[in-house]
């Protein structure tokens, strides 16, 4: 009895919409800053790493139910990155005793997101609400260091993380909301603009004596063409 309800509520509200349906299809992209949390067990140790700055580029497939209503899905490569500053101590260095080292930590991840979009105001229709689950799987890292990290080094230079030695989590889900705005052009032709917060629902390390999680606040720019 259930299941024939649900089956005439979805009939019926696939023949409702039917008039206002529209598919569109375009390009993503932006920066997003990404905090890393560590916490250890034994000892009690609870890190706080230094945010990093790294993009994000997404196509998004975007079906409008009604003009309240739509459903995006979207194929995503996204980094998460975190970067240090330090001070390191060369004696020697001939131009001086110390200086200023970078070090950055990056994993690049490739994914997909399924949000609800929702533009509740009728006179202010070109803002929306966006809100839904992320997935993302971490295909590789690494740390890039800034020149003069170790005196035999005159460049910057790059050293790639093992993942599954590193006990790094490969699968990982984040739930995204966030505020839009949609700048119509002409009939088919539509301008994105997104801020948006990330929320890691799951643990980065394998290690058995430490959990982490990344959260991540995204500004994307985008381009969504109306068929």
């Known amino acids: 009895m259930t299941l024939r309800i649900l089956l005439t509520a979805a009939v019926f509200l696939s023949l409702s919409c039917t008039l206002q349906a529209q598919f569109s299809a375009g390009l993503s992209g932006g920066v997003n800053r990404t905090y890393w949390s560590w916490y250890m067990f034994n000892p009690a140790v609870k890190e706080n790493l230094p945010p990093g700055t790294s993009w994000r580029i997404a196509i998004p497939l975007e ?23 330090t001070v390191m101590f060369f004696p020697s260095n ?11 930590n990056c994993l690049n991840s490739i994914g997909g997101s399924l949000l609800l979009k929702i533009a509740p105001l009728k006179k202010l229709n070109k803002l ?21 990290f170790l005196e035999s080094e005159d460049k910057p230079w790059k050293d790639a993380w093992d993942l599954d030695q590193s006990l790094v989590l490969r699968r990982h889900l984040f739930v995204d909301s966030g505020l839009g705005y949609n700048l119509t052009i002409g009939r088919r032709n539509r301008l994105l603009l997104e801020f ?26 985008g381009y969504l063409y109306s068929f």
């Open 63 to 85: 079906y409008r139910l009604s003009p309240v209503v739509s459903l995006r899905a979207e194929l995503t490569n996204q980094m998460f990155c975190q970067a240090v500053t």
């Open 94 to 104: 001939p131009q001086g005793s110390t200086q200023k080292i970078r070090i950055q």
């Open 128 to 148: 929306y609400l966006l809100s839904g689950p992320t997935y993302a799987y971490f295909t590789h890292g690494w740390t890039r260091y800034s020149r003069g």
């Open 196 to 221: 948006r917060y990330q929320y890691g629902l799951t643990d980065v390390s394998g290690h058995p004596n430490e959990i982490s999680d990344i959260q991540s606040a995204l500004v994307n720019f």
